[in-house]
């Protein structure tokens, strides 16, 4: 065990409050009391078998300087702390003066118990070893004293030392057990008040993460809705729009010019069927299926064979390289990519052929969309706040974790492609 430091002279050994000086209160209060007993009772005995004045004053002042000394100690934290940078010194001075008490008192049986007091103040304050010195030092000095009080009496001698040092020996042993449950137990409380602040922290990182993880679903949720409004702005509102604009315009020219009246009747007819047709595309790119890492090259296989089913249109898969396996959110990214980019193809690009492929290679990936058609600038701003979606494209590759490059020019055909780095494939 660790002494204390000099701010922290005494331990609470058992269950209790802490007194002034830093033992628990009822070990403070047994000190005293064994320190008062063990010098009253020989005075008083003293005094009543005849001590003379001076042998009265003597051992009623060292008797004194004893008792004030241990009441010091146990009762007044600022003595404690003074005594405890000089514990040597004030242990040696104790045991001198118990001592003297028992040399002037010559009690054999009561006046020994004097010594137990510093002996616990030993045992509490040093390590075990330097404990231990402390109360062979006292025995010696209790046989001294009884040789100087009592005389050369064998018997005397002997036999309070042996008792007395049974005693100490019981005395050091409750002691030091008592210390080791209290330092286990301060240790178990401080371990629990760790265990605490790491729950709370943990406590306070999951609460944190759950917000984040709330933040993130909310920001997507309104990504998607915003992508969805831009498809509903882009082929429905306009497409009815201009439906609406000719039936109205046929409304008009109903009786005065009834051939324009059929004619804007079936440009709205026609209308009709493009706007129907751009809500089925819709329908088609949003009802993108939830599917496993390993199904990704299965899944855009199908979406080349619906889009040639549907638009009438060349379009074919191809896959180089080991098995695509991605985590399911960036495979359900990379699968809408691909998606919205057949959309753009058949709305904008006027293609004869489409291609659809993939690649993993060096612990990437890479999924592309290709075409013939009549290409486009990427750095130009989209005619009429249109354009091929290319902004809702490159935050579906962000949230795939990775890039989207775009290559096209006028004339030239596209070719729309994300690019996922140490996204390590399945080897087979």
């Not at 009690?107 to 062979?136: E, H, K, M």
């Not at 009496?153 to 019981?170: C, I, K, N, T």
């Not at 005395?171 to 401080?190: G, Q």
């Amino acid at each position: 065990m660790s002494e204390p430091n000099d701010t922290e002279v005494q331990i609470d050994l058992i269950d209790y409050a802490i007194g002034p000086g830093g033992f628990s209160v009822p070990l403070n209060l047994s000190g005293i009391i064994a320190a008062l007993l063990a010098t009253a009772l020989p005075l008083a005995q003293g005094v009543a078998g005849g001590w003379g004045f001076a042998r009265t004053a003597a051992y009623s002042g060292v008797g004194i300087i004893y008792v004030g000394m241990v009441i010091a100690y146990l009762t007044w934290g600022g003595a404690a702390s003074a005594a405890y940078r000089y514990i040597g010194g004030y242990l040696l001075a104790a045991g001198l003066l118990v001592c003297a008490l028992l040399a002037l008192s010559g009690d054999r049986y009561i006046q020994p118990l004097a010594f137990t007091v510093p002996f616990v103040i030993a045992v509490i304050s040093l390590p075990p070893l330097r404990a231990a010195a402390v109360g062979a030092l006292y025995l010696g000095l209790m046989a001294l004293g009884l040789r100087v009080g009592v005389g050369p009496d064998p018997g005397a001698m002997l036999v309070s030392p042996a008792v007395y040092g049974v005693v100490m020996l019981f005395m050091y042993a409750a002691v030091r057990i008592a210390f080791e449950h209290a330092a286990a137990r301060r240790e178990a409380t401080a371990l629990a008040s760790a265990l605490a602040h790491e729950r709370d922290a943990l406590a306070a990182l999951a609460a944190e993460n759950a917000r984040l993880a709330a933040k993130n679903a909310a920001a997507a949720t309104l990504a998607e809705r915003n992508r969805i409004a831009r498809e509903l702005h882009d082929t429905i509102a306009q497409g009815l729009t201009a439906v609406t604009m000719q039936i109205e315009a046929a409304q008009r020219a109903a009786d005065r010019d009834p051939e324009r009246m059929r004619a804007r009747l079936g440009r709205a007819h026609v209308l009709a069927r493009e706007t129907l047709a751009d809500v089925r595309r819709s329908v088609w790119a949003l009802a993108a299926p939830e599917i496993p890492g390993d199904d990704l090259g299965a899944a855009l296989a199908e979406q080349a064979r619906r889009f040639a089913e549907r638009t009438g249109l060349a379009a074919s898969y191809r896959h180089s390289g080991p098995p695509l396996d991605l985590p399911g959110e960036r495979a359900i990214q990379a699968l809408r990519i691909v998606q919205e980019a057949l959309q753009n193809i058949e709305k904008h690009a006027g293609a004869a052929s489409v291609e659809v492929g993939s690649c993993s290679e060096g612990g990437g990936v890479q999924v592309w969309v290709s075409d013939d058609g009549r290409g486009f600038d990427p750095a130009a701003p989209p005619a009429g706040g249109g354009g091929f979606g290319l902004v809702s494209l490159r935050e579906r590759a962000r949230l795939a974790g990775g890039a989207l490059e775009v290559d096209s020019a006028p004339g030239a055909g596209a070719r729309v492609a994300l690019h996922i780095p140490g996204a390590a494939p399945r080897e087979v």
